[in-house]
């Protein structure tokens, strides 16, 4: 091989250079900056967050009344909760909420969401369907109550359809049923504004060519739609969760009584730790805290799993 061909190929050979931008003062000014800026919301984090939680997590060994010194239980309080058919309910209330009025909720959201994205007056409509969302949730759970009480607006319509005896919705036997139907009047407007800001992002072409191509609405929705807002659903999905494991004032406001919690039967693990704490005679704080552990991990599997399932390429357009 000739000098001038060494000469040649002996750049392809050379590893190469880190880039100057990683030394310049610009970027020793960031790094610099990082640790001033992320400190005072890094602090407000461990005081408020995470020395709570780790204070919780004390005090679910222990058997504690509030005052006084703590009695170290161990796992006591939480054999406790998986023995109590109390707290079984209330953790199968819970898993209801969650899956059902989820389901529910987001189907809802789906198609109000395909039937506004071409109407006229959509922004007016998702005003007013965003609406209960503004409105304090022990407002709304009064108001729900109204409805469907004995002479409320509900069973005047059935009435006046020709339902003589309409079903006692304030009952025990309907009222977690009235609940859930609550819960989906409330979140659903909330959960379609945000789908449909992802859906306004969406190509119009898109939808043009799918007319070209005579594709159904169903097709539409399945091939273009869902497809381009996944990773937005994914973060629906995961705010759901989060909301509905702690969801606690629609319930007590609207099925407890001045002064007194609602039944059992409607409980779930939100409402069951407030009981633990403070309804009963003695206050037991360390199952109220076991309680709020137990929430924590099934917020924290749901978040792991459906960032799994909803895992995957980011998708350009």
């Known amino acids: 091989m000739t000098a001038t061909a060494v000469r040649e190929t002996e750049p392809a050979q050379r590893q190469p250079a880190a880039p100057a931008a990683q030394s310049s003062p610009l970027a020793r000014g960031r790094k610099r900056l990082f640790w001033p800026f992320i400190a005072?919301?890094?602090?407000?984090?461990?005081?408020?967050?995470?020395?709570?939680?780790?204070a919780t997590a004390w005090i679910s060994l222990n058997k504690w009344a509030g005052a006084g010194p703590m009695e170290f239980a161990g796992l006591d309080n939480y054999r406790r909760l998986l023995l109590d058919p109390v707290f079984q309910g209330s953790f199968a209330n819970t898993l209801t909420i969650l899956f059902a009025v989820g389901g529910a909720t987001f189907a809802l959201s789906f198609l109000l969401t395909m039937i506004l994205r071409d109407m006229?007056?959509?922004?007016?409509?998702?005003?007013?369907?965003?609406?209960?969302?503004?409105?304090?949730?022990?407002?709304?759970?009064?108001?729900?109550?109204?409805?469907?009480?004995?002479?409320?607006?509900?069973?005047?319509?059935?009435?006046?359809?020709?339902m003589d005896n309409p079903p006692n919705w304030l009952g025990t036997e309907n009222l977690f049923s009235v609940i859930m139907i609550g819960l989906v009047w409330v979140q659903t407007g909330f959960f379609t504004t945000i789908l449909m800001a992802a859906v306004d992002r969406i190509p119009k072409d898109l939808y043009e060519v799918c007319d070209l191509e005579g594709a159904n609405a169903w097709q539409r929705f399945r091939?273009?739609?869902?497809?381009?807002?996944?990773?937005?659903v994914g973060v629906c999905a995961v705010l759901w969760s989060i909301s509905a494991i702690k969801i606690f004032e629609f319930i007590y406001a609207f099925a407890g009584a001045a002064g007194q919690l609602p039944p059992t039967k409607v409980w779930n693990t939100?409402?069951?730790?407030?009981?633990?704490a403070f309804a009963s005679g003695v206050p037991k704080y360390g199952s109220a805290a076991a309680t709020g552990m137990v929430m924590l991990a099934l917020v924290g599997v749901l978040v792991v799993l459906l960032r799994r399932m909803f895992r995957r390429d980011t998708v350009q357009f």
């Open 40 to 54: 005072p919301a890094l602090v407000l984090y461990v005081v408020f967050y995470i020395l709570p939680t780790l």
């Open 223 to 232: 091939h273009v739609t869902l497809p381009l807002m996944w990773d937005v």
């Open 270 to 276: 939100a409402l069951y730790a407030y009981a633990e």
């Open 120 to 162: 006229a007056g959509r922004k007016a409509v998702r005003a007013i369907i965003f609406f209960p969302n503004i409105i304090s949730g022990i407002v709304l759970s009064i108001l729900w109550g109204f409805l469907f009480q004995a002479e409320g607006v509900v069973n005047q319509a059935l009435r006046a359809f020709g």
